[in-house]
């Protein structure tokens, strides 16, 4: 019987125990919990610790190629190899991104600057970095992008990248560089 009572005794208690643990706190303590919880790790939030909306969107395939484009568009050169005017492959997406960007927006401008590294007369640079700008501008062209959009100059060896004179500095010079 004593345990009855005992049972019966906790039975009415637990209400009043959980209601006790749901206390409110004063505007200080929460001020100090909210800030300490928004100062964590990012994953701890004022809400108690407890994360919300944490579902990522989900992006259409064309939402994905814009995204992606934009970050091409980001890379603003394009490299040549040496004593080369040809655009390379490896560049291709790049110039899509740019390409798909100026068709999209007819009304923006592209300078193209053609370079070229040291080796070789300043006469013969400058004409391989026309020759470089040129070919850039071709290749949009042949994506749709008006001739009126774009235009050229070439400065040759005149402003190099890198002042190395080694391999590497020589290619990183070897470039067209699109300016909007």
Not at 35 to 48: F, K, R, V, Y
Not at 59 to 78: A, M
Not at 159 to 172: N, V
């Amino acid at each position: 019987m004593d345990l009855n009572k005992l049972f019966k005794a906790m039975l009415v208690a637990l209400p009043i125990m959980a209601l006790s643990a749901c206390s409110s706190t004063s505007e200080s303590e929460t001020d100090s919990s909210s800030s300490s919880s928004t100062s964590g790790s990012g994953s701890e939030l004022a809400t108690g610790g407890v994360e919300t909306g944490g579902v990522a969107p989900i992006l259409t395939p064309e939402e994905q190629q814009r995204l992606k484009y934009q970050e091409l568009r980001k890379e603003h050169i394009i490299y040549f190899d040496f004593d080369r005017s040809a655009v390379s492959a490896q560049f291709a997406e790049v110039l899509q991104a740019h390409g798909n960007y100026l068709v999209e927006h007819p009304n923006v401008r592209l300078m193209i600057e053609g370079h070229a590294d040291e080796r070789g007369t300043p006469e013969y640079n400058i004409a391989l970095g026309e020759r470089r700008a040129k070919a850039v501008a071709k290749y949009l062209q042949g994506m749709g992008v008006l001739p009126s959009q774009m235009s050229i100059v070439s400065y040759g060896e005149e402003k190099p990248l890198d002042m190395s004179r080694t391999d590497d500095g020589f290619a990183i010079n070897r470039r067209a560089v699109l300016v909007y």
